[in-house]
């Protein structure tokens, strides 16, 4: 931080990662390392004490009465960004300071044999580790910006792959689906199915809904993929057998902002109404409620609603829902030389491009960009405290990545310069 030859302020830049594709794949190269982990490496040390030592600058210059308008707005906003980077930097090395003092009374006291002191120092200990990684993630959660969609709600879509094993795929993309929809009720968001095609025995081969609420898209994001399901059926050969099979089901995530400025022309559409399928509601099957349309110039392009009783609601709701997918388009041709969003959780949808299993047989989900193993697939599958575990995993080693990538970045262009 420092004042021009002219004498207007110039900050220097936070951490930015707009550049950034969050592959997890250092995560491999680093032993899967967490936030307290990162916290001690020599860069992120030196990284912190340049921004604590900054906002301390910042803060100074603010009570100078030399500044004109345009710089003390400047400085306001800079402190602003820095000031819980800087409280949060100096509560962990408060709490590294308390860490040392209570290892140091513990080899006192385990010398003199105080077994009863030394298990209340060894508790104190154990909390003040899980705080220091609580305050470590809040830490790294400020270096991060936050991405430019993460408030948005989604159009969450899955859909069922292909198998041997018959309804295998059906039925689990049906289970995802419904804990998808459990999830949004956990975090207390709105979900509203947009569309729904269930398969003939009891599963489902397509699935659609609108996800509002506070933060989906930060949460949701790393879900889009494909998701391989391992498990004996429970009817046919295979299950009298005890044959395990694999099956998959695909998820799509795109951020829905608010207001989406693209122009659909009526001309370029084509509208069908068709009978509504699947449970739920007199209408069903009786009027041809439901509308599909399709956009002709990006090679058909089809959205279907059947939500609403009203032709005329379900025709807005998947006029929202296409201008959304030709927003993510929009995104993506931007996006051209980066991994695109949509891109990054399909893939081909090739089994070796999984994201995620479910073994039943194991009774474990894993999640390969992480290596992160979570026993109890019912309780995951049941969309609440065992899957925004999951979730928040993910997020925290994103979060980490992206330092890292970034401290890696800044030190080759030191070592270049």
């Known amino acids: 931080v420092g004042l021009h030859n002219h004498g207007s302020w110039r900050p220097k830049p936070l951490l930015d990662t707009a550049g950034f594709t969050l592959s997890f794949s250092s995560w491999h190269r680093k032993n899967h390392q967490g936030s307290q982990a990162l916290w001690k490496h020599e860069a992120v040390q030196k990284y912190l004490e340049t921004l604590s030592k900054e906002y301390q600058q910042v803060s100074h210059l603010l009570s100078a009465d030399s500044l004109n308008d345009f710089d003390q707005r400047a400085l306001r906003r800079r402190c602003a960004s820095l000031s819980p980077i800087a409280a949060a930097f100096q509560e962990i090395k408060e709490a590294e300071r308390e860490v040392r003092e209570l290892e140091v009374m513990c080899t006192e006291l385990d010398s003199r044999d105080e077994k009863q002191l030394l298990e209340l ?100 994001k790393y879900e889009g993929g494909t998701h391989r399901v391992q498990r004996i059926p429970e009817t046919g050969m295979s299950s009298r057998m005890q044959r395990i099979h694999t099956g998959t089901m695909s998820v799509i995530v795109l951020p829905q902002p608010e207001e989406v400025d693209v122009k659909v022309d009526p001309k370029d559409l084509r509208i069908d109404t068709f009978r509504a399928r699947g449970a739920g509601g007199q209408h069903v099957n009786k ?26 609601m379900n025709k807005e709701i998947a006029l929202r829902t296409l201008r959304a997918k030709l927003y993510q388009q929009v995104i993506e041709k931007q996006l051209s030389q980066e991994q695109s969003a949509r891109k990054l959780q399909l893939g081909t949808r090739a089994q070796s491009e999984r994201i995620r299993t479910y073994n039943f047989t194991q009774d474990r989900v894993t999640d390969h960009r992480i290596s992160y193993d979570a026993r109890n697939i019912k309780e995951i599958l049941s969309g609440k405290e065992a899957l925004d575990k999951l979730i928040n995993r993910l997020l925290e080693f994103a979060d980490i990545e992206a330092v890292t990538q970034y401290l890696e970045n800044l030190q080759a262009l030191e070592g270049g310069g």
């Open 121 to 220: 120092a060894l508790e104190e200990k154990e909390s003040l580790d899980k705080k220091m990684n609580m305050l470590c993630r809040k830490l790294f959660q400020f270096l991060v910006p936050k991405e430019k969609y993460d408030r948005s709600p989604v159009i969450l879509e899955v859909t069922a792959g292909r198998t041997t094993g018959g309804d295998i795929c059906q039925q689990f993309t049906k289970e995802m689906f419904e804990m998808y929809q459990n999830y949004a009720d956990y975090k207390r968001w709105t979900f509203d199915i947009v569309n729904y095609t269930p398969a003939e025995i009891g599963g489902l081969h397509h699935a659609a809904a609108h996800i509002s609420g506070e933060n989906v898209y930060r949460h949701l």
């Open 287 to 312: 009027t041809d409620s439901a509308v599909r349309i399709v956009h002709l110039p990006t090679e058909g392009l089809a959205v279907e609603c059947q939500q609403e009783r009203s032709q005329q």
